[in-house]
C-alpha cells in the first residue's frame, strides 16, 4: 500500500496571505488527523475527519480550517497568515473509526510565513 | 497543553549501547504510542501499549507502562548509528465524550548514536 501523501512539500508565503494543504491517506482508511509542529510548541494536534465529518478539534483560531471529501482526501487551510504560522504540518491517517490509534504520518508540509 | 514529558531531552550512546528514554504523563490514557522522527521529516510507528498491558516488545525496542505513575519507558537494545533520531511519546487519553484521532505527543528525546 502507499503511505500517506501529502503536498507541497515546501511552502513559501507572506503575512497576510492564505494556503490550501492536501493530505492523501492511506486507501481504505477513514480517519484523518492534522498536527502542527514547530520548535517552540511541539507537536500540536489541530483536527480530525472521518467520513467528510470534523469530529475532534484542537485549541487552534478560526483561521485554521480542514474538509475532508469522499475519497477520504484531506485538506486543510489557513487564512490570513501570521509569521508564527510558520510550521511543520504533518497529517496522519488511521483505519480506526474510534479512539486515536496506530497513526500513519506523512512526510509533512513545511510552511514559511515571510 | 502537551500531556507528555520526556527525559532526556537529548541523549548520546555509542553504538551498541542500550538507550533508555522516560515518558509521564497526566490523565487516564487508552494507550500510549511511541514514534521516531528523523530530521525533521514525518513521524513514523514504533509501538503502541495498551493501558491494561504493563510491557511490550517489537525487535530491538522495549516499551514498559506504569499507569499507577503514569508512565512509560521506551528502551532500544544494541543501538544502531541508524537509530539516530528523535522520539516522541504520545497519548491517546481517555475522555467522557470520546477521543478521536488526538495523540498528544510529548516535547521528545533527541538521540544520537555515535558509530
Known amino acids: 500500500k502507499a503511505g500517506v501523501t501529502q503536498t507541497p512539500r515546501y511552502l513559501i508565503k507572506t503575512r497576510g496571505q492564505q494556503v490550501t494543504l492536501s493530505c492523501s491517506p492511506i486507501s481504505g482508511h477513514r480517519s484523518v488527523s492534522w498536527y502542527q509542529q514547530t520548535p517552540g510548541q511541539g507537536l500540536q494536534f489541530l483536527f480530525e475527519y472521518f467520513s467528510e465529518t470534523q469530529r475532534n478539534k484542537g485549541n487552534f483560531p478560526g483561521r485554521f480550517s480542514g474538509r475532508q471529501f469522499s475519497n477520504s482526501r484531506s485538506e486543510m487551510n489557513v487564512s490570513t497568515l501570521e509569521l508564527g504560522d510558520s510550521a511543520l504540518y504533518l497529517c496522519?491517517?488511521?483505519?480506526?473509526?474510534?479512539?486515536?490509534?496506530?497513526?500513519?504520518f506523512g512526510p509533512g508540509t513545511r510552511l514559511t510565513v515571510l | 497543553s502537551q500531556q507528555g514529558e520526556e527525559d532526556p531531552q537529548a541523549l548520546s550512546i555509542q553504538e551498541g549501547e542500550n538507550a533508555t528514554m522516560n515518558c509521564s504523563y497526566k490523565t487516564s490514557i487508552n494507550n500510549l504510542q511511541w514514534y521516531r522522527q528523523n530530521s525533521g521529516r514525518g513521524l513514523v510507528h514504533l509501538i503502541l501499549?495498551?493501558?491494561?498491558?504493563r510491557e511490550k516488545h517489537s525487535g530491538r525496542l522495549r516499551v514498559t507502562l506504569d499507569t499507577s505513575k503514569k508512565s512509560s519507558s521506551l528502551l532500544i537494545t544494541a543501538s544502531r548509528a541508524a537509530d539516530t533520531a528523535s522520539y516522541f511519546c504520545a497519548t491517546d487519553y481517555r475522555a467522557q465524550s470520546g477521543n478521536t484521532g488526538k495523540l498528544i505527543f510529548g516535547q521528545g528525546t533527541t538521540l544520537q548514536v555515535k558509530p
Open positions: 496522519a491517517s488511521s483505519s480506526s473509526s474510534g479512539g486515536a490509534h496506530e497513526q500513519f
Open positions: 501499549i495498551r493501558s491494561n498491558e
